[in-house]
């Protein structure tokens, strides 16, 4: 299990520094997460597509998925004036959301 118990600021940063070792751009192709415009009071946001999750989460691809999206993302949640974080649950073959598990370790892994 990928949660412990350090402060989510540390695992974050932890999570960053092991995903500038690792080659993710399998990850980045699978656009499940994407980093978009600017909502109306000008916060980034950040699309989450279930659609394209599944098939990574399926292929038990979970934690290189959280590792891209904590190097993905760090410099957006480092940015002042936080973040929207959109998810789209749609187009899925299994039409199951992720589970709770991976929910909680997504929201750790951006600190």
């Given at each position: 299990?990928?949660?412990?118990?350090?402060?989510?600021?540390?695992?974050?940063?932890?999570?960053?520094?092991?995903?500038q070792?690792?080659?993710?751009?399998?990850?980045?192709?699978?656009?499940?997460?994407?980093?978009?415009?600017?909502d109306?009071?000008?916060?980034?946001?950040?699309?989450?597509?279930?659609?394209?999750?599944e098939?990574?989460?399926?292929?038990?691809?979970?934690?290189?998925?959280?590792?891209?999206?904590?190097?993905?993302?760090?410099?957006?949640?480092?940015?002042?004036?936080?973040?929207?974080?959109?998810?789209?649950?749609?187009?899925?073959?299994?039409?199951?959301?992720?589970?709770?598990?991976?929910?909680?370790?997504?929201?750790?892994?951006?600190?």
């Open positions: 299990m990928l949660l412990c118990a350090i402060s989510p600021c540390s695992l974050h940063v932890s999570l960053v520094r092991r995903a070792q690792l080659d993710l751009a399998d990850m980045a192709l699978a656009r499940a997460i994407c980093v978009g415009g600017r109306f009071v000008g916060r980034r946001v950040v699309t989450i597509v279930a659609a394209h999750l098939p990574v989460l399926r292929a038990g691809d979970e934690q290189r998925m959280l590792l891209h999206a904590a190097a993905e993302l760090a410099p957006v949640v480092a940015a002042p004036g936080g973040y929207a974080l959109v998810y789209f649950h749609a187009g899925g073959v299994f039409a199951a959301p992720p589970s709770l598990q991976f929910v909680r370790q997504l929201h750790a892994a951006l600190g």
